[in-house]
């Protein structure tokens, strides 16, 4: 984990972008920095998402003779 400087907070709390980006002098890469509320809720919608992707080999399985019998009771 990186801490911040004094300044590089400050100028967090001070920017109106949301969320603010920086970029790595290195690699000319660009990242967003988000509050760690912010990443769990988003981890946890691409969890959810990749569950719902994991079932499509399954519905292909089934049998749609099934699910009109399911719709008609």
Do not use: C, K
């Amino acid at each position: 984990m990186i801490t911040l400087t004094q300044e590089q907070a400050r100028f967090l709390a001070e920017t109106p972008e949301s969320p603010p980006s920086v970029v790595d002098p290195n690699t000319q890469r660009i990242y967003f920095l988000v509050s760690g509320d912010v990443y769990a809720r988003a981890q946890a919608l691409i969890e959810e998402e990749q569950d719902v992707v994991g079932m499509y080999p399954l519905l292909a399985e089934l049998d749609p003779e099934d699910w009109q019998h399911r719709n008609e009771q």
